[in-house]
């Protein structure tokens, strides 16, 4: 499994929750520089074989697909190899939420912000990922329209 923290501007994390830590396979933290200081981690973020990967996000205000498609983009080596699911938390999530089961499946507030997500391993790992997520960033809707699109374009995974 991969999860994938993502802090926006002034969010800080004082520290990973423990059940990041016990069902994690790798730990992707995003966010804008300053967002995950002094983290007790279990291995330096970025260090080589690690299970935690630091990615600085130079611009900030960038939503859930955002992250999403950074992270298909930046990490579609090991997602293609990992073969595991993705869940996306903000930092004030103290653990995963329950998802249906299904190959994308998202939590949305009214106005479309999305705050959570899950990709099945199959969605995932999938070689389309990172073209569709680029093409739907730069489309001008919310993410929860996005999510909706990702979700129709993996109904039968």
Known sequence: MMILVHAKAGQKMAGLPMGF????DFIVLMGPDGSFEKLDLPAPAGAVGGVVIRVTQMQDGAG???ALADCSR????ILAEHMGPLHYVQPLSEQLPDMEIAPVAWTATPDGHVNAFRLSAMVASS?????LTRDLSARPMTDDRRFAFLAAAFAGA
Do not use: D, G
């Open 21 to 24: 830590l016990k069902e994690k």
């Open 64 to 66: 859930a697909f955002a």
């Open 74 to 77: 930046l990490l579609y080596r």
């Open 127 to 131: 070689p389309l990922l990172m073209s």
